[in-house]
């Protein structure tokens, strides 16, 4: 679900920046909550949602077994009005297919609180219990949580062992093996001799050795010394390393062979040259292979065109495209031109590129310079806008659109086109509160909606404000005991 016209008054930061904290709620909800919980949260749209996860790289898990329901409006106001009052368990029972968790993370995201305040009795009786009862036996006595027993005492300043007097039980222990804890040797600091070594030995000789000659001294300690001094190894070529450049320094890039000994490509290129290995300097284009590269360019591929000319393809493309005959080459034959009007009104573009080795973007490219143009939009028949005026305002988008086989975007721009507004729920008369308390408890929702001419939801949530809930819940928990 997206935002309407009518919820630009619920978008608080519309058109103002991301700030850090919205980008760390972002980073920690973004996989784990549903599209409209997060419009909810962050008061945007969720194109704008999706673009700037996409560039903080955020990606959801897949879970193909199991798709997250997600919350419509009508159940979003119901959690708004019965979550500071009600118990969680009933609702998640007056919401279908909602489980606790659902409800408490749907709550936490759309920031709700529980009007559930501690009493002066209660404050006292917690100051009085606090130091004889467990966390478990004080939450069983106060019917709440540990973690709002233990904040609460944490507020009022309550601690099970005092500080300062040896009074709790168990005091000498605690300090006897405090007193038994090695303590940390001190720092040693390092004198101007190791000093003076350091910077001497680091750029010629192994940790290890340095690690032995300062016997007081670690690995570890040894390099943060020298990246404190500012100091840089200088590794030594082996007899295998200097094979290799003598090895592969024509047929790879100093770049490549740069990371293939682990080196800097300015330590590979000053060592080759003090081996005295020279690279030959690249081939010069006549101009009988440029006049034969211009004739055979549209009629050959370039890896023909390198083999006749004995050079590499990556040096044919360069030399293409420096005498500019990128964009002359045509890559469309008469059968892939044959192949694409055949089958262009029945088959996709994807496939047709598939089927053809050529990229999507040339094909339809290709398709346009033909005037070969898809329409875009399926036009509306007459019998479709009979079907959508008689189903308006006795089902949802959702429902037209299945039955016509259309997006709900498609739908709800005809219903626009043709002036169709949803209409607004009508207002329940006395006669129909007396109806719903007479039935509320006795025959299903969905019964007694259909007498009512409501809808399910509607019927839940007038339920609830008139405090019919718990009156059904009494009657099912009686049936369940006879």
Same mark, same amino acid.
């Given at each position: 679900?997206?935002? /309407?016209? =009518?919820?630009?008054?619920?978008?608080?930061? +519309?058109?103002? !920046?991301?700030?850090?904290?919205? *980008?760390?709620?972002?980073?920690?909800?973004?996989?784990?909550?549903?599209?409209?919980?997060?419009?909810?949260?962050?008061?945007?749209?969720?194109?704008?949602?999706?673009?700037?996860?996409?560039?903080?790289?955020?990606?959801?898990?897949?879970?193909?077994?199991?798709?997250?329901?997600?919350?419509?409006?009508?159940?979003?106001?119901?959690?708004?009005?019965?979550?500071?009052?009600?118990?969680?368990?009933?609702?998640?029972?007056?919401?279908?297919?909602?489980?606790?968790?659902?409800?408490?993370?749907?709550?936490?995201?759309?920031?709700?609180?529980?009007?559930?305040?501690?009493?002066?009795? $209660?404050?006292?009786? *917690?100051?009085?219990?606090?130091?004889?009862?467990?966390?478990?036996?004080?939450?069983?006595?106060?019917?709440?949580?540990?973690?709002?027993?233990?904040?609460?005492?944490?507020?009022?300043?309550?601690?099970?062992? !005092?500080?300062?007097?040896?009074?709790?039980?168990?005091?000498? $222990?605690?300090?006897?093996?405090?007193?038994? =804890?090695?303590?940390?040797?001190?720092?040693?600091?390092?004198?101007? $001799?190791?000093?003076?070594?350091? =910077?001497?030995?680091?750029? %010629?000789?192994?940790?290890?050795?340095?690690?032995?000659?300062?016997? /007081?001294?670690?690995?570890?300690?040894?390099?943060?010394?020298?990246?404190?001094?500012?100091?840089?190894?200088?590794?030594?070529?082996?007899?295998?390393?200097?094979?290799?450049?003598?090895?592969?320094?024509?047929?790879?890039?100093?770049?490549?062979?740069?990371?293939?000994?682990?080196?800097?490509?300015?330590?590979?290129?000053?060592?080759?040259?003090? *081996?005295?290995?020279?690279?030959?300097?690249?081939?010069?284009?006549?101009?009988?292979?440029?006049?034969?590269?211009?004739?055979?360019?549209?009629?050959?591929?370039?890896?023909?065109?390198?083999?006749?000319?004995?050079?590499?393809?990556?040096?044919?493309?360069?030399?293409?495209? /420096?005498?500019?005959?990128?964009? #002359?080459?045509?890559?469309?034959?008469?059968?892939?031109?044959?192949?694409?009007?055949? +089958?262009?009104?029945?088959?996709?573009?994807?496939?047709?590129?598939?089927?053809?080795? +050529? !990229?999507?973007?040339?094909?339809?490219?290709?398709?346009?310079?033909?005037?070969?143009?898809? @329409?875009?939009?399926?036009?509306? %028949? @007459?019998?479709?806008?009979?079907?959508? =005026?008689?189903?308006?305002? +006795?089902?949802?988008?959702?429902?037209?659109?299945?039955?016509? #086989?259309?997006?709900?975007?498609?739908?709800?721009?005809?219903?626009?086109?043709?002036?169709?507004?949803?209409?607004?729920?009508?207002?329940?008369? *006395?006669? $129909?509160?007396?109806?719903? #308390?007479?039935?509320?408890?006795?025959?299903?929702? #969905?019964?007694?909606?259909?007498?009512?001419?409501?809808?399910?939801?509607?019927?839940?949530?007038?339920?609830?404000?008139?405090?019919?809930?718990?009156?059904?819940?009494?009657?099912?928990?009686?049936?369940?005991?006879?």
């Amino acid at each position: 679900m997206h935002f /309407n016209e =009518k919820d630009k008054k619920e978008r608080p930061r +519309h058109g103002h !920046p991301w700030s850090d904290k919205e *980008l760390a709620d972002l980073r920690r909800l973004y996989p784990c909550r549903t599209n409209r919980a997060l419009e909810l949260h962050f008061g945007c749209s969720w194109n704008a949602i999706l673009r700037k996860a996409t560039q903080l790289g955020l990606k959801r898990p897949r879970n193909k077994t199991r798709r997250r329901k997600l919350w419509s409006d009508l159940e979003i106001k119901l959690l708004r009005e019965l979550y500071p009052h009600t118990p969680v368990d009933e609702i998640a029972d007056q919401l279908i297919g909602r489980s606790l968790a659902a409800v408490g993370g749907m709550a936490h995201i759309l920031g709700l609180r529980r009007v559930n305040a501690w009493t002066d009795e $209660e404050t006292a009786s *917690l100051r009085r219990l606090w130091p004889d009862k467990t966390l478990s036996e004080l939450a069983g006595i106060f019917k709440r949580s540990k973690r709002a027993v233990k904040s609460k005492a944490r507020r009022l300043g309550l601690r099970r062992r !005092p500080r300062g007097d040896g009074n709790f039980a168990g005091h000498d $222990e605690v300090i006897a093996a405090r007193q038994r =804890k090695p303590k940390r040797p001190p720092r040693h600091p390092w004198s101007e $001799e190791e000093v003076k070594f350091l =910077k001497h030995a680091y750029r %010629t000789r192994p940790l290890e050795q340095i690690a032995e000659d300062l016997s /007081n001294r670690s690995r570890g300690s040894i390099e943060s010394k020298a990246y404190e001094l500012g100091l840089a190894r200088k590794r030594a070529w082996t007899a295998e390393e200097d094979t290799q450049i003598r090895q592969y320094y024509l047929c790879l890039t100093w770049k490549e062979l740069a990371r293939r000994l682990d080196r800097s490509i300015a330590g590979v290129q000053r060592r080759a040259a003090a *081996l005295g290995l020279k690279r030959t300097p690249p081939r010069v284009w006549t101009d009988h292979e440029k006049e034969f590269l211009r004739e055979h360019w549209s009629k050959l591929d370039a890896e023909e065109l390198a083999k006749q000319l004995d050079r590499t393809v990556v040096a044919v493309l360069s030399r293409a495209h /420096n005498l500019g005959l990128c964009g #002359k080459r045509n890559w469309w034959t008469e059968r892939d031109e044959a192949f694409l009007r055949k +089958h262009w009104r029945d088959r996709s573009f994807s496939w047709i590129a598939q089927q053809l080795d +050529h !990229p999507v973007g040339t094909v339809q490219s290709y398709a346009r310079k033909l005037g070969l143009r898809k @329409q875009r939009h399926r036009p509306w %028949t @007459q019998h479709e806008i009979q079907i959508l =005026k008689s189903m308006h305002g +006795h089902a949802t988008a959702a429902k037209i659109a299945l039955r016509l #086989k259309r997006s709900i975007g498609s739908v709800n721009s005809q219903m626009g086109a043709l002036g169709l507004t949803t209409p607004r729920p009508s207002k329940w008369t *006395l006669q $129909e509160k007396e109806r719903l #308390k007479t039935l509320y408890g006795h025959y299903p929702l #969905k019964e007694i909606a259909t007498q009512l001419g409501r809808s399910v939801c509607a019927v839940r949530i007038k339920s609830s404000e008139s405090g019919l809930a718990r009156r059904e819940n009494a009657l099912v928990s009686a049936a369940v005991d006879d």
